[in-house]
Nanobody
């Protein structure tokens, strides 16, 4: 059974940091890319970051570039999202998802399995 389990969310003050984890199981990790998405109340889902497990290529939304870092530990089948200099506008539920192939990494419909999400709340 394919599973993606996010963890590491929580409450933090503006300027603080959190590290999210996405633990994958039930499939060959190296064959898939992993994307991080977020959705705030009343807003559309937004692509945050992406990493290819095969070649390590990464992409970021402009809104998080320079503050967030995505990484992958293939030995642990886990992808991390290090979030620094957090802002109140980063408050959202964060999801990880897998895709066998993406043409536009930020398009959610290119991902076939999703985790349950983890809440990130940044207070001002």
């Amino acid at each position: 059974e394919v599973q993606l389990v996010e963890s590491g969310g929580g409450w933090v003050q503006a300027g603080g940091s959190l590290r999210l984890s996405c633990a994958a199981s039930g499939f060959t990790f190296d064959d898939y890319a992993i994307g991080w998405f977020r959705q705030a109340p009343g807003k559309e889902r937004e692509g945050v970051s992406y990493i290819s497990s095969s070649d390590g290529s990464t992409y970021y939304a402009d809104s998080v570039k320079g503050r967030f870092t995505i990484s992958s530990d293939n030995a642990k089948n886990t992808v991390y999202l290090q979030m620094n200099s957090l802002k109140p506008e980063d408050t959202a539920v964060y999801y990880c998802a897998r895709s066998p192939w993406v043409t536009r990494w930020f398009r959610g419909y290119e991902y076939d399995y999703w985790g349950q999400g983890t809440q990130v709340t940044v207070s001002s």
